[in-house]
């Protein structure tokens, strides 16, 4: 039997597959210390578990509309309008299943065969895929780490042609921890304003900025902008969700039309019982988003000087998200005891999780050649045994 040709085109996620490895040697026995996840460590506050218990003793069991639960809606529309400071009405937000599944609703909606959009890179692993589902074309424009991984609007300006569709920015960053400061935002926005653009901003990880960084929202820079920015967002990183599965859009209300079109011809509605969770999360306490907030500052302080503490690494501090991107290219060409080649980043995590006992995800996964992705998305003793280890196995590197 044949599958669908369509595969032919779609990369298996790296991270998952490096998480999958990770547990497999764990289940074996082996003790291999992951710095691969991209979710919270920590469990869903209480009070959000005992909103969903209640919940479903009160009949959230059912269906529910397709966009969403009227009392959710209207609460993320609040929320959006609160945090943003822009009027957001029910009709321009929607409830989809986690904020991937917004990202591939919203792409569906508006993409055409042959469309471009363009990707700053490195950029989260799933955006390239999803685009070539919806029939698009993925444009990577590159920045680097002396720019602090933030690209420039003209080089974005260099990529755009006829066929571009969309700019697809998501600050703070996946892989990178970066944010993209408001001037940078503000010159991207200027791009899609005049060539008349999609911009799509995925804001999963906004709640989770440390230091002086600010996350800017760029549809709060005028109406021209507004009416051509869709939203993601979510409760997966911030409220440690990850498993409830809700993703949030905000967008003009033609496309949530559209993308509720698309979704209920395939997931109908996110599950009653998560919508109800979600609602409990973004109305009741943020007291524990603050203190998961400041536990990952924490870690990532302690990541990035164990980290810059190794010979030949180089990290940059990230100012969001929770995972460090150092540059680890200066062991390419070297060799592993047994011999083999450090060809690439690929070859190198394959010494650091075979012989180290660590997992890191290689940079290639994210258009980004060279680096690595470590999560610090787990506990200060799980930094400090990984990272002595990953230590010593690069100093056996010749
Ligand atoms: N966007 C980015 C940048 C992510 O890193 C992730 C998860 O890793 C998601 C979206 C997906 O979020 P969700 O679990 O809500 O689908």
């Known amino acids: 039997m044949k599958l669908s040709k369509r595969l032919d085109l779609i ?26 996840a991209g979710e919270p ?47 957001v009405t029910p009709k ?34 799933s955006y390239s895929e999803i685009v070539k589902m919806a029939g698009g074309v993925p444009v990577p424009v590159v920045s680097t780490a002396a720019d602090r991984f933030v690209v420039k609007a003209e080089n974005i300006a260099k990529a755009i042609t006829p066929k571009t569709k969309m700019i697809l920015i998501n600050s703070p960053s996946n892989p990178t921890g970066q944010i993209y400061p408001e001037s940078a935002l503000r010159a991207i926005a200027d791009l899609v304003v005049k060539h008349d653009l999609w911009l799509l901003t995925d804001d999963i990880y906004r709640y989770l900025c ?15 902008v507004r009416k051509r920015t869709i939203i993601v967002d979510g409760v997966s990183k911030a409220y440690a969700m990850t498993g409830w599965r809700i993703g949030f859009t905000c967008a003009p209300e033609d496309v949530i039309e559209a993308m509720s079109t698309i979704q209920g011809q395939s997931t109908t509605n996110a599950a009653a ?64 005891p047994s011999g083999v080649v450090i060809k690439d980043d690929l070859v190198l995590c394959d010494y650091l999780i075979n012989e180290g006992k660590i997992a890191v995800v290689p940079g290639s996964a994210f258009y980004a050649p060279g680096f690595v992705r470590l999560s610090y998305a787990t506990s200060e003793a799980n930094i400090e045994k990984g990272l002595a280890r990953m230590k010593d196995a690069l100093s056996k590197l010749i």
């Not at 298996?12 to 992951?34: W, Y």
């Not at 990035?304 to 030949?312: F, S």
Request: aromatic share 8%.
């Open 210 to 224: 440390y230091g002086d960084a600010k996350f800017v929202q760029p549809a709060t820079f005028g109406p021209e």
């Open 11 to 36: 990369e298996p996620s790296m991270t998952l597959a490096v998480t999958a490895k990770a547990a497999e040697l764990k289940a074996a026995g082996i003790d291999v210390v992951s710095f691969g």
């Open 92 to 125: 321009q937000v929607m409830v989809n299943v986690g904020a991937k599944h917004s990202i591939f609703n919203a792409l569906h909606a508006v993409l055409d065969e042959g469309d471009e959009v363009i990707l700053p890179a490195p950029y989260w692993v």
């Open 273 to 336: 019982v998560s919508q109800a969770a979600a609602l409990a999360a973004i109305t009741g306490p943020q007291d524990e988003v603050e203190t998961m907030r400041l536990a990952f500052d924490k870690r990532r302080l302690l990541m990035v000087r164990l980290l810059n503490d190794i010979p030949g690494v180089k990290c940059l501090a990230p100012d969001g998200a929770f995972y460090a991107f150092p540059d680890v290219s200066s062991f390419n060409g070297r060799k592993t």
């Open 41 to 87: 460590d920590f469990d869903t506050p209480v009070h959000i578990k005992e909103a969903a218990k209640r919940a479903l003793d009160a009949g959230a069991t059912k269906y529910t509309n397709v966009a969403g639960t009227p009392e959710l809606r209207k609460a993320v529309a609040q929320w959006f309008a609160k945090d943003h400071g822009i009027e």
